[in-house]
């Protein structure tokens, strides 16, 4: 090995400037930034410092050979060349690995194993043994890269990635890494004037202990058991005893004359235990100190100076994450407002659209890359809390409108619970955000309400939204006389594609409801729908009236409830029709529960549109129809995108070929914009029964669907 050679430090995207001034800093003075990381000219010295001292770094790689290749005998060929028992002990143990970037090499598992190959013929050829391979924990680890046929072949002098410092005990789902825990620190001004930090999700405690490394200038590697160039043959042990050496003596010095004021905050037990494990693995118990407490307690204390605020929150990857994390990330706005005033705050995070939701303008921000994740640092300066006087006129604010709710509430109750006794109902609609700002809908079911909150508009400050929400729900149990863990709620937002039949939980909690002397099973909490169309429960009496003696058709059906009337009205056969085992298996179970059984009665598993498309020439005819589509589809399980206001009249059409002559159709949606296209349809009386078939309870909202009965001239 040469006294002075080129070297390269890797790190994650989006902080190569920061690596470059951090390298400066050691003492490197020819760093040059590049993708993903910076290139020097230096001496073996310069690497080890780096490998201790760099906060930032992934990996150190030392180039040995740069050369072109287009197909693996190229590599093979290549790789040869290298003298490798200058680098590998004939005993060691060796890894590969290879990334490939726009090569004619389009395997990179394949070329990793010829660089291996090579290596151990060489030395089988030349000693008759070779190294072994130990991928997880090699002496020598070995990195190719290629990029447009020119490869780089360097040893890794790190060995394991080192953002791992060797502290990390215990970990939380998706823990920050260590050297982008350090870049985050850095962006956001640590270590600051008053060497004061709070965590207010501290996780297990990687931010925290990052920053007191950082502030005591402790080396980040010197809680390592090992580094790459420690079984490199070459290795200068004298040298690198000497810079650990330095380093651990200022760590003592710095350890015993130091001081700051680090904390951090989980609502998490076990992050908690976690944080606090990790700390003492670092050595740092004496300056930093970790506590369970939720947003609403974090309160920085009176004697703390103001210095920086940080928390890495939640992403989101699950169904509903999005509206919970919008709630969250108002909380922590609402925090920083009221209780840090002149601090300095930033927010890490990888759902870039969530930080809106804080409600403060950033005044810095830097794009970063956890792994592939693309995310954004936000930086704030907070100004001092509202006075006490405005917070409390916003809560006799907020308490009047939550009377306001109550009044409407307990009238519209006292109303309706009247009618549904004396018209024998027992599941309806008793409020339907009569009051824009409480926006949701309220069903009662025996022993359970039922509530459906609208999403809010995007304008809508989300913590206004979260307040009115609260206060639903804090309301409904006197007003409704009924219990707090008898209240499903979701949240009623635009559902596109499968999302129309994904599950919002997975209690499996079905009951018996009844209705006009029929019984349905109803799920509150699984789906965002319960299984049962309130607001259609006129039309299942219309077709219930109509359907004696009448082959009745049932299209886009969900849980059969429409079919159960038709038979429960006589028909002679009823055909069920969905796309949905789900909904279809419900349908069966409706009918099983009214004990209505026989060849009669068919269920058919079918988009619907295809299905009708297969039936232009069959014989087979109905006499009443009931068509009821979503407003749009784009489910797989439809062969194309599917727009009620666009694809309508198609529809109609193709149903009516079915129709007998004296047949009728009753066409009903819920797409409160819908407009019936009359001149397409020309050929059909048409007659808009949409108000006969609105309940009481429903109409208050005279557009909660539409409907039409439909018969040939």
């Known amino acids: 090995m040469s006294e002075s050679q080129q070297f390269f430090v890797s790190c994650p995207k989006g902080i190569e400037d920061l690596l470059v001034t951090e390298l400066l800093s050691l003492g490197i003075s020819d760093a040059m930034a590049s993708s993903a990381g910076v290139s020097f000219e230096g001496q073996l010295a310069d690497a080890y410092k780096v490998c201790l001292w760099s ?26 060349t290298v003298k490798w028992s200058d680098h590998i002990d004939l005993n060691g143990t060796l890894a590969v690995s290879c990334h490939l970037s726009h090569s004619d090499l389009t395997n990179s598992h394949y070329a990793a194993l010829k660089v291996k190959d090579a290596i151990v013929d060489q030395f089988m050829e030349l000693f ?17 890269y290629i990029h447009r046929n020119s490869a780089t072949l360097s040893i890794d002098l790190a060995g394991e ?31 600051n004037e008053s060497l004061t930090l709070v965590d207010l999700m501290c996780g297990s405690g990687t931010l925290l202990i990052e920053a007191g490394l950082m502030a005591l200038e402790i080396a980040p590697g010197l809680n390592r058991e090992k580094f790459g160039f420690e079984k490199l043959k070459g290795f200068k042990p004298e040298v690198w005893q000497s810079l650990v050496e330095k380093a651990e003596q200022q760590s003592i010095n710095n ?6 004021v680090i904390r951090g905050y989980d609502e998490s037990t076990s992050a908690v235990k976690a944080a606090r494990q990790n700390i003492q693995a670092a050595g740092l118990e004496k300056y930093i100190q970790v506590e369970k407490r939720s947003l609403e307690d974090c309160a920085a204390n009176d004697d703390l100076s103001p210095g920086l605020v940080i928390v890495n929150p939640p992403y989101g990857e699950r169904l509903g994450d999005e509206k919970e994390l919008a709630y969250l990330y108002a909380e922590l706005g609402d925090c920083w407002k009221r209780y840090f005033g002149e601090w300095n705050a930033a927010l890490f995070t990888g759902n870039i659209p969530l930080a809106k939701h804080v409600g403060l303008r950033s005044h810095k921000d830097n794009s970063l890359y956890n792994g592939a994740i693309k995310c954004k640092l936000f930086q704030y300066k907070l100004r001092p809390a509202k006075p006490e006087h405005l917070l409390q006129k916003e809560d006799e604010a907020d308490t009047q409108a939550r009377q306001m709710f109550e009044n409407r509430l307990k009238k519209n109750f006292k109303h309706l619970s009247k009618w549904a006794k004396r018209s024998h109902i027992e599941c309806y609609r008793v409020y339907d955000a009569d009051l824009p700002e409480f926006s949701a809908a309220i069903d009662i079911y025996p022993d359970w309400v039922h509530v459906q909150e609208y999403e809010a508009p995007s304008s809508i400050d989300i913590r206004k939204a979260r307040r009115r929400l609260e206060n639903i729900i804090s309301v409904i149990p006197d007003v409704l006389k009924i219990d707090n863990d ?12 499968t999302k129309q039949y994904e599950k919002h939980s997975d209690q499996k909690h079905f009951q ?12 509150l909490e699984d789906y965002l729908d319960t299984g049962l169309f309130l607001d259609h429960r006129l039309t299942r009496e219309m077709v219930r009236d109509m359907s004696k003696n009448k082959n009745v058709l049932n299209l886009f059906a969900y849980t059969g409830a429409v079919s159960i009337y038709a038979a429960a009205g006589g028909a002679q056969s009823v055909t069920t029709v969905d796309m949905s085992n789900t909904y279809l298996d419900w349908a069966k179970r409706n009918f099983y529960l009214n004990e209505l059984s026989g060849e009669n009665y068919k269920f058919i598993k079918a988009d619907c549109i295809k299905w009708l498309i297969e039936q232009k020439h069959s014989e087979e005819k109905f006499d009443l129809i009931f068509l009821d589509p979503p407003t749009f589809s784009n489910s797989k399980s439809m062969e194309n995108a599917f727009d009620v206001q666009k694809d309508h009249v198609f529809l109609i059409n193709s149903a009516m070929r079915l129709l007998n002559t004296n047949g009728q159709l009753l066409f009903s949606n819920n797409f409160r914009k819908f407009r019936l296209d009359k001149k397409a349809l020309e050929q059909f009386h048409i007659e808009d029964i949409s108000q006969k078939t609105i309940p009481e309870d429903f109409k208050r909202n005279q557009k909660i669907h539409h409907c039409f009965k439909i018969t040939f001239k």
């Open 55 to 80: 906060r930032l770094a992934s990996r150190v790689l030392m180039p040995i050979k740069i050369f072109d290749v287009k197909t693996d005998d190229d590599l093979y060929k290549q790789i040869q």
């Open 128 to 144: 008759e043994q070779r190294p072994s391979v130990d991928r997880d924990n090699p002496d020598v680890r070995i990195n190719l």
């Open 161 to 191: 990635s080192l953002h791992k410092r060797g502290y990390r005990q215990f970990s939380v789902t998706a823990p920050m890494k260590e050297n982008l825990a350090a870049a985050v620190l850095m962006r956001s001004g640590w270590p």
């Open 255 to 260: 350890l015993n004359t130091k001081s700051m």
């Open 486 to 497: 008898h209240i499903a709620l979701k949240t009623r937002r635009q559902q596109k594609g």
């Open 512 to 523: 018996i409801v009844h209705e006009n002397n029929l019984k349905f099973y109803v799920n």
